[in-house]
T-cell receptor, first 115, second 113 residues
Framework: DAGVIQSPRHEVTEMGQEVTLRCKPI?????LFWYRQTMMRGLELLIY????????DSGMPEDRFSAKMPNASFSTLKIQPSEPRDSAVYFC?????????????FGSGTRLTVV | GDSVTQMEGPVTLSEEAFLTINCTYT??????LFWYVQYPGEGLQLLLK?????DKGSNKGFEATYRKETTSFHLEKGSVQVSDSAVYFC????????????FGSGTQLTVLP
């Protein structure tokens, strides 16, 4: 099992550019989560999907952020336009089902730097 | 709503010292409880879990017991190693939070040789 795979591992971009982060959940997992981690705010849930359907996007900071899950094996988080305050580590996580009884499996994260 | 409170860090210990990281929770139902560990530059990894009162989760020498009467899930290890240096997160999954994980703020542990 390859685990949750995120790409890229590091992204440096200029303010105003579009950024796309990618995630491949564990095969067979039905729930997918996007988190953002910063020193100031800690770990924040941005959005989560169940069976490819967005269930709760109340954590998405503003309209510049969007997330999609076109199929069970792929999700993207897009920031357009990016701003320096978006600099953070973005994690994707998946779980077998919505009960989350066994917790989540996290990817290794994408470290985003917006200059 | 649900919440998790962890002891403030950072915590610095010498190798072979005893570790306790306190975690208390507030939940509307009967939550499952978790400890996650995050090593530098990596994602969060599940360390241990407990799904009902009095359950003890254990892994890699770490233990935590689900105490419903005190709403606590303290993490302990009898003898820490330098390789245990990481950030530790307590979390819960509860019906009141639609079964999403609610995380504590994390506790940074540094173990000195």
């Amino acid at each position: 099992d390859a685990g949750v795979i995120q790409s890229p591992r590091h992204e440096v971009t200029e303010m105003g550019q579009e950024v796309t982060l990618r995630c491949k959940p564990i095969s067979g997992h039905n729930s997918l989560f996007w988190y953002r981690q910063t020193m100031m705010r800690g770990l924040e849930l941005l959005i989560y999907f169940n069976n490819n359907v967005p269930i709760d996007d109340s954590g998405m900071p503003e309209d510049r952020f969007s997330a999609k899950m076109p199929n069970a094996s792929f999700s993207t988080l897009k920031i357009q336009p990016s701003e320096p305050r978006d600099s953070a580590v973005y994690f994707c996580a998946s779980s077998p089902d919505s009960s989350n009884r066994d917790g989540y499996t996290f990817g290794s994260g994408t470290r985003l730097t917006v200059v | 709503g649900d919440s998790v409170t962890q002891m403030e860090g950072p915590v610095t210990l010498s190798e072979e010292a005893f570790l306790t990281i306190n975690c208390t929770y507030t939940a509307t139902g009967y939550p499952s409880l978790f400890w996650y560990v995050q090593y530098p530059g990596e994602g969060l990894q599940l360390l241990l879990k407990a799904t009902k009162a009095d359950d003890k989760g254990s892994n890699k020498g770490f233990e935590a017991t689900y105490r419903k009467e005190t709403t606590s899930f303290h993490l302990e290890k009898g003898s820490v190693q330098v390789s245990d240096s990481a950030v530790y997160f307590c979390a819960l999954s509860d019906r009141g939070s639609a079964r999403q994980l609610t995380f504590g703020s994390g506790t940074q542990l540094t173990v000195l040789p």
